[in-house]
């Protein structure tokens, strides 16, 4: 007589639920699923969901040659066929989206671009609510396999993040910036997505948004984060930091709503939207006399404040933020003129308030800087004798 597991696993089979997906184009961008050809796929929706929630599918299928505790193939191709299949109600779709997530030995074999596969199709068809698990799980897939950021490339999702993003459900946009922040991470994939218009539809999407920074930051912060990645490439640093842009605008409308809170310490929001700002703004400073130059006479006084908050222990704890601050006193630094600004903004004040916090303690690179900066202004008092 047959094991529960071989009866499973035998179920599973004649289903074709642990098969590899295959697909055909429909029209345009529109992709279908093929499920095992000729196979009537039923089974009762909830004892899947509960099958999967318990773990006994994951350990039934399990491959002790791929190593204890890791994904199967198998098991990956039945959680992306339950992705694409009719009869897998919404509820068990976002379970296994919520699996995968949750999933912390997906394995390098393959198991992450098949698990892909199935997601894009929640992206093509889903509902709203299926497709932001679907970018959430997107998200933990692309983190740890950089596989799966070339195959969501060449699989044009770049186009359907756009899309949703346009939808303006507030979940939605989120997730799917996101996953725009995994792919813009590295210099060839920037250069990939670059055919897709990805900085101008930012800054579109900056201009609408830049106004609401308290309300909707957490979209701001990833977008900033994006916009800062693309900046890490000159072209597009230029094109931000010419005279006809907006970007720079928008970015100090930002900076100014993050700081001007009269809060100390600042707000964890705040804190995190300015981290992302801070990226981007430095780089655009990098390639533009005039934009320094306009971040140390704006009217809003950014740099006093930004100064001020660097002297809480409190903000210091937030190592991305300190970081990039220091960045762009390091992109002022440069000339005598902004060393003087910095001077006068209050960085001799901060400065011994940084160079003691953990954050500092535990980064040579950030102590570095630190020092260059307050060492070229300490030599300022020297030439003016």
């Not at 491959?63 to 694409?84: K, R, V």
């Not at 299926?130 to 699989?155: F, K, M, P, W």
């Not at 346009?166 to 910036?177: G, K, Q």
């Not at 601050?325 to 000339?335: G, I, N, P, Q, R």
Request: negative net charge; glycine residues 4%; proline residues 2%.
């Amino acid at each position: 007589m047959a094991t529960t597991s071989e009866a499973i696993k035998s179920q599973l089979t004649a289903t074709g639920l642990w098969l590899p997906l295959r697909f055909e184009a429909v029209s345009g961008l529109l992709r279908r699923v093929v499920l095992a050809s000729g196979v009537t796929c039923t089974f009762t929706d909830k004892v899947m969901q509960a099958l999967l929630e318990t773990g006994h599918l994951r350990a039934d299928l399990e491959d002790l040659d791929l190593g204890e505790g890791c994904m199967s193939m198998e098991y990956a191709a039945l959680l992306a066929n339950l992705l694409c299949c009719e009869t897998s109600s919404t509820n068990l779709k976002a379970c296994v989206c919520r699996l995968i997530i949750a999933d912390e030995d997906i394995g390098q074999n393959g198991q992450a671009t098949v698990l892909a596969d199935g997601l894009m199709q929640l992206l093509w068809g889903g509902a709203p609510f299926l497709v932001t698990y679907a970018c959430a799980a997107l998200v933990n897939l692309c983190q740890g396999h950089e596989v799966v950021r070339s195959h969501l490339i060449h699989d044009d999702i770049i186009p359907l993040c756009k899309h949703n993003i346009r939808t303006y459900d507030n979940d939605l946009v989120l997730y799917s910036l996101m996953v725009l922040v995994q792919l813009t991470k590295r210099s060839n994939h920037r250069a990939s997505v670059e055919k897709y218009g990805l900085l101008e539809f930012c800054t579109g999407l900056l201009h609408s948004l830049h106004a609401q920074a308290e309300t909707r930051w957490r979209v701001l912060a990833e977008l900033c984060n994006i916009m800062g990645q693309l900046f890490a490439d000159e072209a597009s640093r230029e094109a931000a930091a010419a005279p006809g842009s907006q970007v720079f605008d928008f970015l100090m409308t930002l900076m100014e709503a993050s700081v001007s809170q009269g809060v100390s310490p600042l707000p964890d929001w705040s804190i995190k939207l300015q981290s992302k700002v801070l990226l981007a703004l430095r780089s655009v400073c990098q390639v533009s006399a005039s934009r320094r130059e306009q971040v140390c006479d704006h009217a809003s006084k950014p740099l006093p404040k930004l100064m001020q908050a660097l002297k809480n222990q409190a903000n210091l704890e937030h190592a991305d933020w300190m970081n990039q601050a220091v960045l762009l006193c390091s992109s002022l630094s440069t000339t005598r003129e902004h060393l003087v600004d910095l001077k006068e903004a209050g960085w001799e004040q901060a400065y011994p308030v940084m160079s003691t916090c953990q954050t500092a303690a535990e980064r040579d690179l950030l102590r570095e800087r630190m020092m260059v900066i307050s060492n070229a202004i300490a030599a300022l008092a020297g030439q003016s004798k």
